[in-house]
């Protein structure tokens, strides 16, 4: 069992694959994972309706999690179409997805219900992955970093120290997203030291120290390596970018290859 802080490779399938795609992507990723350093976490965040047969799969190799890509900020009740926390957890989903930038343009969310989500998800015994990042005027304004203030004291309020070890933060800034541009290494370096900056001062430095901050947006195996440099980076979530089984692998093996550990 490795010790220290595990390295993140996420997946996010988005509103892609069929069952039996799913199945063979996630078989696929097991048997080449069998290779890797127990070092390296492979989170595999899916459509709910994959996520039962995905966790179950999963159990088969020790370096995959598997995750959901959205939850309902109230454990139960009369919300048709939503899926709780407590739902996510019977069905094996270890990690979850909130606060995505399609979520936040697409429908409405802000940093107050991510707020709300990561409360109950936390409470349920599933992890975070909180994203957070800067649209492309607040960059050119020069105000990402206030942006990313903001939503760090929002998204975080109230968590206590092992919650917040417990939270994956996901820096994605959203003017990458999907459009094949990237932040450059040293921007991205930035912000993640100024997320961390920012932990250890609302909680402590150790527990920023603990606190997986990895980066996101437009991720791809040939830009990979230089995206992860930054000491404070603890490796990248992907999405379309990583449907396609071998590109995925070929991110992880470039991560790997690159950080050796």
């Known amino acids: 069992m490795w010790e220290g802080r595990r390295y993140i490779v996420q997946s996010n399938w988005k509103m892609y694959k069929n069952h039996r ?4 992507w996630i078989h696929g990723l097991g048997r080449a994972s069998s290779e890797l350093s127990p070092a390296i976490e492979l989170i595999v965040c899916v459509p709910f309706i994959h996520l039962r047969s995905v966790a179950e799969a999963a ?20 919300y048709t179409g939503e899926i709780s926390a407590p ?10 997805v909130v606060g995505h930038s399609e979520r936040r343009v697409y429908f409405g969310e802000n940093d107050e219900l991510v707020n709300r989500k990561t ?24 105000l990402t970093l206030n942006q990313i203030e903001r939503q760090v004291i929002t998204c975080f309020a109230g968590l206590s120290h092992q919650e917040m070890k417990d939270t994956v933060v996901l820096y994605e800034p959203i003017w990458s997203i999907g459009t094949g541009e990237n932040a450059t290494p040293r921007q991205a370096q930035e912000a993640h030291h100024f997320v961390r900056e920012m932990l250890g001062r609302m909680f402590s430095p150790k527990t920023a120290g603990f606190t997986r901050i ?28 990583s449907l396609d089984i071998e590109e995925f692998l070929q991110i992880v093996r470039a991560c790997w290859a690159s950080k050796g550990v």
């Open 21 to 24: 795609e799913a199945l063979e």
């Open 59 to 78: 159990r088969e190799y020790p370096l995959i999690s598997a995750g959901a890509q959205n939850a309902y900020w109230d454990e139960a009740g009369a």
């Open 87 to 96: 739902m996510i957890a019977d069905a094996g989903g270890r990690y979850c």
């Open 119 to 142: 409360h109950v998800l936390l409470k349920h015994g599933i992890r975070p992955i909180v994203c957070i990042g800067e649209s492309i005027r607040q960059r050119e304004m020069g």
């Open 214 to 241: 990895m980066y996101g947006g437009s991720v791809k195996h040939h830009n990979v390596t230089e995206m992860i440099q930054g000491e404070d980076i603890d490796w990248v979530g992907a999405g379309s970018g």
